[in-house]
């Protein structure tokens, strides 16, 4: 079989090769170079063992903390704040790119990979901050964009020329400017031709190949050409660049669209399964995650990890999202309204955690930079808060906590387009505003410079802060802390500990459900709603006593009584309740 792609995979002449291939007879062989790739090193494909203990905290860097004045946020300002995440009970920090950039989407148009953005600092900052992270025992996760550059980058200025050179094939280019395809652009180019996006015109899409190439389009290459081989082998060589440095691993932005028109999954398959190779055989400590919003493909292809989020039919919508924020819902789950219906979200959550079993891990977010926080609309005190803080650090898989959500930071509706967060359907803007350290009206960013990324918030007086939070023992900072800790004392409530929902038909509130570990069992018991909810809800086996770990936000607490198989539920509206089940 390896002889075989070999001898057709290298051919010394592809272009003829690949016209002589139907898309079918290609594909079936892409398929059995795959498979038989896949059987030859799925037991090497191991996790890193400290996924399994680890929270996340995002940060955006330009609005987390700015150390120089400049009114942007910068890596000496993470640095500066290290002490700070760890003490939430986070150990993991991603940031979001911070790669030179020309900022037309917030640093997702990279113009050089190899470089900080000045604006952020320099390389050796960023040295400075893996240096201070690993000396914490904590790890840095990179964000790489993967699946495009900016148009001001010097490879898309090359691919552009007419004459062939290294770059002309980086990128996917029609071979007529009169050719325009959708999600094609034209411009006055040197070359003949017209270049895919990925999103927006600024972002041309790199050439890793088509998975299903069309014959009668010739830009579509199999993901084995001389271009997307050299684009491969590209972003290994970035990958090693920051891995060399210090860096811990990588987030993958738009991760399963790398490899176009690729329904199978095999040239997306083929392409991280070569990757994960390379990446674990050198740094067998490094981690790979996805954004993709589907664990079950993310997992297959070769990531160790991938995010529930509202991409795609996750549930997590219809939990989280209401009236006000990037993406709208008339109501959701967690709604003092009461009629949300969580069974969406439970369904994929279960397929979820039956599908990739122990090959890798889910992480449901408490939101993160392209959509809604939990502080928005009619979602807004700090009880309400604290219900969905529950909800998502008592879940199995890997935690993550958005910056600015352990203090309840609100998302800002109405605010002007900036680094191209205005979307068709809201702006991003109001879930990247600076992060609250103190009362004062920039919170740690200056606005003296004209450049300043300083964004309006509301007055000081409802404004969420560290400072105000730090010694209340009620606040949601230090609940965060406490729930965080929990996971730690108790293994049922950990990484991969089991969960089962008893949600009955339409009794959908309060959510109760349960996180197994041998045998240590809890019970969770959230109620969202603004209502007082009698229910019984039925066990498959009869138990003694429930223990109260955590009774919050209610004066007359849950009245929880068990009686045989059956769990009487008595909870007061935005009540909260964790029990060890003896």
């Known amino acids: 079989m390896q002889r075989l792609v070999a001898f057709i995979f290298h051919s010394p002449n592809p272009k003829t090769m690949k016209k002589r291939l139907s898309p079918t007879i290609l594909g079936i062989l892409l398929c059995l170079f795959s498979v038989h790739k896949t059987n030859a090193q799925d037991t090497h494909f191991v996790l890193p063992a400290w996924i399994e203990h680890a929270s996340f905290y995002q940060i955006y860097p330009q609005s987390f903390q700015d ?83 900016s148009d001001q980058s010097p490879w898309f200025t090359y691919s552009q020329q007419k004459q062939t050179n290294p770059y002309s094939d980086r990128y996917i280019w029609t071979n007529d400017s009169t050719v325009r395809p959708d999600r094609f652009v034209s411009g006055k180019f040197e070359r003949n031709g017209t270049y895919r996006k990925n999103y927006f015109d600024c972002q041309p899409a790199f050439n890793y190949g088509y998975g299903e190439p069309n014959p009668s389009h010739p830009w579509e290459e199999p993901v084995t050409a001389p271009g997307p081989t050299a684009t491969r082998q590209e972003l290994i060589h970035i990958m090693d660049y920051w891995m060399q440095m210090g860096c811990d691993g990588f987030r993958v932005d738009l991760a399963g669209s790398l490899v176009k028109n690729d329904p199978h999954l095999v040239g997306t398959t083929y392409l991280w399964h070569e990757i994960r190779t390379h990446f674990q055989s050198l740094y067998p400590e490094g ?42 819902r008339d109501t959701c789950y967690f709604d003092l309204k009461g009629v949300g219906n969580p069974d969406p979200f439970i369904s994929y959550l279960n397929d979820c955690i039956r599908v990739i079993g122990d090959k890798g891990h889910i992480c449901i977010p408490t939101s993160n930079h392209d959509f809604q926080r939990p502080n928005s609309g009619r979602r807004n005190s700090m009880e309400q808060l604290k219900t969905t803080m529950t909800f998502f650090l008592t879940l199995p898989g890997v935690p993550l906590i958005y910056y600015g959500d352990e203090i309840g930071m609100k998302y800002i509706d109405g605010l002007p387009n900036k680094e191209g967060s205005l979307l068709s359907k809201g702006n991003r803007a109001g879930s990247r505003t600076p992060m609250q350290w103190d009362a004062s009206a920039g919170a740690g960013f200056s606005t003296a410079s004209p450049e300043h990324f300083y964004l309006p918030v509301d007055s000081s007086a409802n404004r969420p802060n560290v400072a105000q939070q730090e010694n209340d023992p009620h606040s949601l900072l230090n609940y965060t802390r406490r729930l965080l800790k929990l996971r730690k004392e108790y293994p049922a409530l950990a990484c991969r500990s089991e969960i089962k929902f008893w949600q ?33 809800r039925r066990y498959n086996r009869s138990f003694s006593k429930l223990t109260p770990i955590i009774n919050e936000n209610s004066h007359q607490g849950q009245i929880v009584k068990l009686r045989g198989k059956n769990l009487h539920l008595h909870v007061q509206p935005l009540s909260i309740g964790i029990y060890k089940i003896d």
């Open 67 to 149: 150390s120089n004045g400049d009114g942007i946020g910068d890596i000496q300002g993470i640095i500066n704040r290290l002490d700070y995440i760890r003490s939430i009970g986070c150990n993991t920090v991603w940031l979001n790119p911070c790669f030179h950039s020309a900022f037309m989407d917030a640093g997702y148009d990279v113009i050089d990979f190899y470089r900080v953005a000045p604006r952020y600092g320099t390389n050796d900052d960023m040295r400075t901050l893996f240096k201070e992270a690993h000396e914490r025992g904590m790890k840095v996760v990179l964000d790489l964009v993967a699946g495009h550059s």
């Open 504 to 536: 009955e038909g339409k009794n959908n509130y309060p959510l109760v459900y349960e996180r197994r570990k041998g045998n240590q069992r809890i019970l969770i018991c959230i109620n969202p709603s603004g209502k007082e909810i009698k229910t019984v």
């Open 287 to 328: 981690i790979l995650l996805a954004e993709w919003s589907n664990p079950q493909k993310a997992i297959q292809v070769g990531f160790m990890m991938d995010f529930i989020i509202c991409f795609g039919n996750t549930g997590y919508s219809q939990m989280m999202f209401n009236e006000v924020g990037t993406y709208r």
